[in-house]
């Protein structure tokens, strides 16, 4: 996939404890969606010049909550 252009650890966010993953679509407000999704993670939202940055806004990828954890997630019900 990465080499069609489409890299799955930059465009999606995985947050396990809230149970919630995020794919990003550029340009459609992602910025701001990243900013409440780094404060839920968190407490409070890193810089806006920092949001992209896993280090400081506090998301992972789901390579960094490894495969298993991130199927279950995306193939859970919500309740």
Do not use: W
């Not at 010049?49 to 193939?75: E, I, M, Q, W």
């Amino acid at each position: 996939m990465r080499d069609g252009g489409f890299d799955p650890d930059a465009l999606i966010d995985v947050l396990p404890q809230h149970r919630l993953i995020y794919v990003c679509v550029p340009k459609a407000a992602s910025t701001t969606i990243k900013s409440a999704l780094s404060a839920l993670e968190r407490g409070l939202a890193a810089a806006p010049d920092k949001l992209h940055t896993r280090r400081y806004s506090g998301l992972k990828s789901p390579t960094h909550v490894g495969l298993s954890a991130f199927h279950r997630l995306a193939n859970s019900v919500a309740t």
